[in-house]
């Protein structure tokens, strides 16, 4: 058999991995003059650092299966610290112990944190005994936690974690797509708090893993083996139409405002689905400063800023500290994240004045002084897609509505990490050879 693939980012890369494996002929076509979508590494002050994406969930087996079968597991490394901040009521302040994405199950630890005023403590803490009944329907994170929980703690602690990994609002994003763990809950008992003190605790381990030398090095190990197999990897090669491809099936792992013209003589029911998909763009800037530019330990793996802070930052990675390999005598380095939805002021910035702003913001929060060793601009322009209520539940629909000999994978089918990503692509490559499956989220 032939395939194509359409896009060359990590989920793309690993529906092709599968297809090449099974020794069909395969083809992914990458519009860009890179492959790797936003894994790509880059050397700044004198290390291997990630442009996008620094890492992966270590509980979810997608990551981690691939990296064994492609020989880095021995190489994965774990965060070198477990604690982070927020940048909440002008201090970085503990995230509070005993939290789930925010979500708090231990109030004492709540109010030791300062996170929240007084006030947001005790509303918080009155969930237990509030009425009401289970969660029934999709729903917005936002409602949820601010039914339950007040606003405070639905804006200042569960939207910086759950809003930030999605660089979305949690006012619009489906709680079954974005935290199922707490949509679960949800379900299970009135009392969210209760349902989250009650469930199983994690299995022991790692949270997050990472590739000393970035997340490329995976990229890499891919492609090598696409390769090997028999695949070839076109970069420069954007997919004008489906016609145009010679193929007996075709994965489509690109964004959805990119997958929807693809699909519209095909499949034009799910191509307007998909044409309504909203996106966020985001801009990463690293630092790279000199010891001596601030006083204060990094003695974690960063912070983050909710929305009511007004700030331009949306988090600060504390890199060179998270990261054992990033690490060098003399010199920190930072990871400034910026933009979400709703929030679009640093992609109408210069770079110079995004770098200004983003300075004066680290001065405030970390009382970072003087000039940086070394400066990387990095902007992602609709990068994160956005799932509304509803949105697990359209993408099935699409899915079945496409005609035989076409797949979909990425992060536009409901997941954002890593993991997710390569689940989609697996699936996709699965689905073309009638061993249908369904994605990981």
Same mark, same amino acid.
């Given at each position: 058999?032939?395939?194509?693939?359409? #896009? #060359?980012? %990590?989920?793309?890369?690993? !529906?092709?991995?599968?297809?090449?494996?099974?020794?069909?002929?395969?083809?992914?076509?990458?519009?860009?003059?890179?492959?790797?979508?936003?894994?790509?590494?880059?050397?700044?002050? /004198?290390?291997?650092?990630?442009?996008?994406?620094?890492?992966?969930?270590? $509980?979810?087996?997608?990551?981690?299966?691939?990296?064994?079968?492609?020989?880095?597991? !021995?190489?994965?490394?774990?965060? &070198?610290?477990?604690?982070?901040?927020?940048?909440?009521?002008?201090?970085?302040?503990?995230?509070?112990? /005993?939290?789930?994405? #925010?979500?708090?199950?231990?109030?004492?630890?709540?109010?030791?944190?300062?996170?929240?005023?007084?006030?947001?403590?005790?509303?918080?803490?009155?969930?237990?005994?509030?009425?009401?009944?289970?969660?029934?329907?999709?729903?917005?994170?936002?409602?949820?936690?601010?039914?339950?929980?007040?606003?405070?703690?639905?804006? *200042?602690?569960?939207?910086?974690?759950?809003?930030?990994?999605?660089?979305?609002?949690?006012? *619009?994003?489906? %709680?079954?797509?974005? @935290?199922?763990?707490?949509? =679960?809950?949800?379900?299970?008992?009135?009392?969210?708090?209760?349902?989250? $003190?009650?469930?199983?605790?994690?299995?022991?381990?790692?949270?997050?893993?990472?590739?000393?030398?970035?997340?490329?090095?995976?990229?890499?190990?891919?492609?090598?083996?696409?390769? =090997?197999?028999?695949?070839?990897? *076109?970069? #420069?090669?954007?997919?004008?139409?489906?016609?145009?491809?010679?193929?007996?099936?075709?994965?489509?792992?690109?964004?959805?405002?990119?997958? &929807?013209?693809?699909?519209?003589?095909?499949?034009?029911?799910?191509?307007?689905?998909?044409? =309504?998909?909203?996106?966020?763009?985001?801009?990463?800037?690293?630092?790279?400063?000199?010891?001596?530019? %601030?006083?204060?330990?990094?003695?974690?793996?960063?912070?983050?800023?909710?929305?009511?802070?007004?700030?331009?930052?949306?988090? +600060?990675?504390?890199?060179?500290?998270?990261?054992?390999?990033?690490?060098?005598?003399?010199?920190?380095?930072?990871?400034?994240? !910026?933009?979400? %939805?709703?929030?679009?002021?640093?992609?109408?910035?210069?770079?110079?004045?995004?770098?200004?702003?983003?300075?004066?913001?680290?001065?405030?929060?970390?009382?970072?002084?003087?000039?940086?060793?070394?400066?990387?601009?990095? $902007?992602?322009?609709?990068?994160?897609?956005?799932?509304?209520?509803?949105?697990?539940?359209?993408?099935?629909?699409?899915? @079945?509505?496409?005609?035989?000999?076409?797949?979909?994978?990425?992060?536009?089918?409901?997941?954002?990490?890593?993991?997710? +990503?390569?689940?989609?692509?697996?699936? !996709?490559?699965? $689905?073309? *050879?009638?061993?249908?499956?369904?994605?990981?989220?």
């Amino acid at each position: 058999m032939k395939y194509a693939v359409v #896009g #060359g980012g %990590i989920a793309g890369l690993a !529906a092709a991995y599968d297809l090449a494996r099974g020794g069909d002929e395969v083809v992914v076509h990458e519009a860009s003059e890179v492959v790797g979508g936003k894994l790509q590494t880059e050397l700044f002050a /004198g290390t291997q650092l990630d442009a996008a994406a620094d890492a992966f969930l270590a $509980r979810r087996p997608e990551a981690v299966q691939l990296c064994e079968e492609l020989g880095l597991r !021995a190489e994965l490394e774990s965060p &070198a610290v477990g604690s982070s901040y927020i940048w909440s009521r002008g201090a970085l302040r503990p995230v509070p112990k /005993g939290q789930v994405l #925010g979500v708090p199950t231990d109030f004492t630890a709540l109010r030791a944190s300062g996170v929240l005023s007084t006030l947001g403590v005790l509303r918080a803490a009155l969930e237990p005994w509030l009425p009401g009944k289970p969660l029934g329907a999709d729903a917005t994170v936002g409602d949820v936690i601010r039914r339950r929980y007040g606003g405070e703690t639905a804006a *200042r602690l569960v939207d910086p974690l759950i809003g930030g990994i999605n660089a979305g609002h949690t006012d *619009r994003l489906s %709680i079954d797509a974005v @935290a199922p763990q707490i949509a =679960a809950a949800a379900r299970r008992d009135r009392s969210l708090t209760r349902a989250l $003190r009650t469930s199983p605790a994690p299995a022991p381990g790692p949270v997050f893993f990472t590739l000393p030398g970035g997340m490329a090095r995976l990229v890499d190990a891919l492609v090598a083996s696409i390769t =090997a197999h028999g695949g070839e990897v *076109r970069t #420069g090669a954007p997919v004008a139409s489906l016609d145009a491809l010679d193929a007996d099936g075709v994965v489509l792992a690109v964004p959805a405002y990119a997958a &929807a013209p693809l699909l519209e003589s095909v499949a034009p029911g799910p191509a307007a689905t998909l044409a =309504a998909i909203d996106y966020s763009s985001v801009t990463l800037v690293a630092f790279a400063y000199p010891d001596d530019a %601030i006083d204060r330990s990094l003695d974690a793996s960063g912070f983050l800023v909710p929305r009511p802070e007004g700030l331009l930052m949306t988090a +600060c990675s504390w890199s060179s500290t998270k990261w054992a390999h990033l690490a060098a005598p003399g010199r920190f380095v930072l990871r400034v994240s !910026a933009g979400r %939805i709703g929030d679009e002021r640093a992609a109408g910035l210069s770079d110079e004045a995004l770098v200004a702003q983003l300075r004066d913001e680290l001065a405030l929060t970390m009382g970072v002084r003087g000039e940086p060793l070394e400066i990387a601009v990095h $902007r992602w322009p609709r990068a994160f897609p956005q799932y509304a209520p509803g949105h697990l539940a359209r993408m099935a629909e699409v899915r @079945a509505a496409l005609p035989p000999g076409l797949a979909l994978a990425g992060a536009l089918l409901g997941g954002v990490g890593i993991p997710a +990503c390569i689940g989609t692509g697996r699936s !996709a490559a699965a $689905r073309l *050879r009638g061993e249908e499956s369904a994605p990981s989220r």
